[in-house]
């Protein structure tokens, strides 16, 4: 099993340069995840999505869209990129059977620079 | 301002030392996690812990929940090379799917 991959690992865009990070699960998950990481300011959640054809936002959502495409899939996208999404993304997912004790896998992460 | 306060934010250690990072809030929680990461990589789940007052040992590695589940202690006994990594911690608040992450501790063992 692949467990959950990323696309692309790398990416530089200029400003205002729109671009799609995709994320898929083998895992049959029902939850998935988007988060930023920046230095000395741990995971913040962008959006998730609780189950096939839901999807919430977290703690930073603003500049960003997502798409639950299937059980399998999850992208975000940014419409107009901005130096300040310079940072490295992560795609992750649970399986979410209602207990407090829920385990995330994480994907590899895009790393994304925005001049 | 951050919920989880993870401290200190960077170790550097030799190996064979032992060492204690922590995880600390003011705010209580159904769970909580600890994760690993490696450079390059995403975090992965070490534990979870559940109970206040609980502790779990996975190897060297020792892990206890604060009795008023608002913190959470990470213990390495004998640190080896293969430790080196971030390690975050996560809460469980409200259970609507949004963990509380922690910055992380860098911690780098020396050989």
């Known amino acids: 099993n692949a467990g959950v991959t990323q696309t692309p690992k790398f990416q530089v865009l200029k400003t205002g340069q729109s671009m799609t990070l995709q994320c898929a699960q083998d895992?049959?998950?029902?939850?998935m995840y988007w988060y930023r990481q920046d230095p000395g300011m741990g995971l913040r959640l962008i959006y998730y999505?609780?189950?096939?054809?839901?999807?919430d936002k977290g703690e930073v959502p603003n500049g960003y869209n997502v798409s639950r495409l299937n059980k399998r899939e999850f992208s975000l996208r940014l419409e107009s990129a901005a130096p300040s999404q310079t940072s490295v993304y992560f795609c992750?997912?649970?399986?979410?059977?209602?207990?407090?004790?829920?385990?995330?896998?994480f994907g590899p992460g895009t790393r994304l620079t925005v001049l | 301002t951050q919920l989880l306060e993870q401290s200190p934010q960077f170790l550097s250690i030799q190996e064979g030392e032992n060492l204690t990072v922590y995880c600390n809030s003011s705010?209580?929680?159904?769970?909580l996690q600890w994760y690993r990461q490696e450079p390059g990589e995403g975090p992965v789940l070490l534990v979870t812990?559940?109970?206040g007052g609980e502790v779990k040992k996975l190897k060297r590695l020792t892990f206890q929940f604060g009795d008023a589940r608002k913190d959470s202690s990470l213990h390495i006994t004998a640190a080896q090379p293969g430790d080196t990594g971030l390690y975050l911690c996560?809460?469980?608040?409200?259970?609507?799917?949004?963990?509380?992450w922690g910055a992380g501790t860098k911690l780098i063992i020396k050989p």
């Open positions: 992750a997912s649970s399986e979410n059977d209602g207990t407090s004790t829920d385990t995330q896998y």
């Open positions: 812990v559940v109970t």
């Open positions: 705010s209580v929680f159904s769970s």
């Open positions: 895992m049959n998950h029902n939850s």
């Open positions: 999505s609780a189950s096939e054809g839901t999807t």
């Open positions: 996560a809460g469980d608040k409200d259970s609507n799917y949004q963990l509380i």
